[in-house]
C-alpha cells in the first residue's frame, strides 16, 4: 500500500496506549491536536476507512498517525490460549479519510476497537504524540462475492470426476420426523444455518434452508449406510429439489484438520426468498455445467451428477413436505465424529483458505 490513498504501515512493537510518557523514544507534546468524533466507514472483509475531526491548532506539524488496532476481547475465548498480539500501526498523515487495509491484521466478521493519536517525527526521529482518542468499536465484513469467487475457484481444483445420483437424502433422529409431522403439518422448514465452515462466510447465522447430502457410495452409486446426523434417513428424488425452476449457488469451501474438504451448495426455487438473499451474496452456479453439482436432460428426463473428491452439503431454502419422499432407518452406523455443525474451519490449510481471512 503506497503513499496517499493507502498509506504504507509498519508496526511499532513498543507503543503503549496506557501510558504515553513511559514509550521509548517518544516526546510529549500536549499542543498536538487529539483526534475526536472519529468515524468508521466503507466496511469489507479485510478493509475498512477511518476519519476523525481535530482542532486546527498545531494541525500543520502532524507528519504521522499512530492507530491502536485490537481484536474485541471475547469473554468465552480460550485463557489458555496464545492472544492477539495488540497492533500498533503507523501511517504518514494523508488527506482523511484514510484506508486502512491488509489480511495479516484484518479477519472478516470480527469486532475491533480502534483508537488514533497524532504524531510530529522530529529530526532525531522520535515522536512528539498527542494524547489517544476515544476508543471506537466495529465490525468487519463477511466475504464478498469476489473473495467466495476466490473460494469456488478453489474448490474447483479438487471437486474430481462427476458421479451420477438420483436421490437427496437428510438423516435426523426419529424424535425430529416425528417432531415435523405433529407440530409443522408434515413439512420440514428452513432454520438458521450454523456457524461451521469459512469465518466470513455470508451465509453463516444468517441464510435460512434445510441441509441435504446427495454424495453416493463408489461401488454402489447409492447413499451410505451410515451417517453422522441420526439413524432416520428421508430420501426424496432429486428432480424435486433440484430442477430448472431453482437457481443453484456456491456458499462455502472448508475442511475441519482432515483430508475430507466440503463444499456447501444453495439450491433456492426462483424468485424466492432464499433466492433473493442468494443472489445479492453468493455467486451462481450454471445448473447444467460446473464442477460440483449438475442437472441435465437426457432423452427428456433429468438427469444428475455429484463431485466425487469433495463432500457435498446442500442447502434448500423452502419448506420440503414430508410426503413427497420416503423416511426409514438406515442399517449402517451413526459416525458422529463426522458431524460438521459448528466445525470451525482449519486456518492453516492451503487448500482452501484464501488470502483475505479464515
Not at 146 to 169: C, D, N, P, W
Not at 237 to 250: Q, V
Request: aromatic residues 10%; charged residues 25%; neutral net charge.
Amino acid at each position: 500500500m503506497q503513499s496517499l490513498g493507502s498509506p504504507t504501515y509498519r508496526i511499532l512493537p513498543s507503543v503503549n496506549r496506557g501510558n504515553k510518557s513511559q514509550d521509548s523514544g517518544i516526546a510529549e507534546m500536549e499542543e498536538l491536536p487529539v483526534p475526536h468524533n472519529i468515524k468508521i466507514s466503507n466496511i469489507t472483509c479485510d478493509s475498512f476507512k477511518i476519519s476523525w475531526e481535530m482542532d486546527s491548532k498545531s494541525k500543520d506539524r502532524i507528519t504521522h498517525y499512530f492507530i491502536d488496532l485490537n481484536k474485541k476481547e471475547n469473554k468465552n475465548s480460550n485463557k489458555f490460549k496464545h492472544k492477539d498480539v495488540p497492533t500498533k500501526l503507523v501511517a504518514k498523515a494523508v488527506p482523511l479519510p484514510m484506508t486502512v487495509r491488509g489480511h495479516w491484521f484484518l479477519s472478516p466478521r470480527t469486532e475491533y476497537t480502534v483508537a488514533v493519536q497524532t504524531a510530529s517525527k522530529q529530526v532525531d526521529g522520535d515522536y512528539v504524540v498527542s494524547e489517544w482518542s476515544e476508543i471506537i468499536e466495529f465490525c468487519t465484513a463477511d466475504y464478498s462475492k469476489v473473495h467466495l469467487t476466490q473460494l469456488l475457484e478453489k474448490a474447483e481444483v479438487i471437486a474430481g470426476r462427476m458421479l451420477k445420483f438420483s436421490v437427496f437424502y437428510r438423516n435426523q433422529h426419529k424424535e425430529y420426523f416425528d417432531y415435523i409431522r405433529e407440530h409443522h403439518g408434515n413439512a420440514m422448514q428452513p432454520s438458521v444455518k450454523d456457524n461451521s465452515g469459512s469465518h466470513g462466510s455470508p451465509i453463516s447465522g444468517k441464510l435460512e434452508g434445510i441441509f441435504f447430502s446427495c454424495s453416493t457410495e463408489f461401488n454402489t452409486g447409492k447413499p451410505p449406510q451410515d451417517s453422522p446426523y441420526g439413524r432416520y434417513r428421508f430420501e426424496i428424488a432429486a428432480e424435486k429439489l433440484f430442477n430448472p425452476n431453482t437457481n443453484l449457488y456456491f456458499g462455502d469451501f472448508y475442511c475441519m484438520y482432515t483430508a475430507y474438504h466440503y463444499v456447501i451448495l444453495v439450491i433456492a426455487p426462483v424468485g424466492s426468498p432464499g433466492d433473493e438473499f442468494c443472489k445479492q451474496r453468493l455467486p451462481q452456479l450454471n445448473s447444467k455445467d460446473n464442477k460440483f453439482l449438475t442437472c441435465t436432460e437426457e432423452d427428456g428426463v433429468l438427469v444428475y451428477h455429484h463431485a466425487q473428491d469433495v463432500i457435498l452439503e446442500v442447502i434448500y431454502t423452502d419448506p420440503v413436505d414430508l410426503s413427497l419422499g420416503t423416511v426409514a432407518e438406515i442399517t449402517g452406523h451413526q459416525l458422529m465424529s463426522l458431524s460438521t455443525a459448528n466445525a470451525k474451519k482449519d486456518p492453516s490449510c492451503k487448500t482452501c483458505n484464501i488470502s483475505v481471512g479464515r
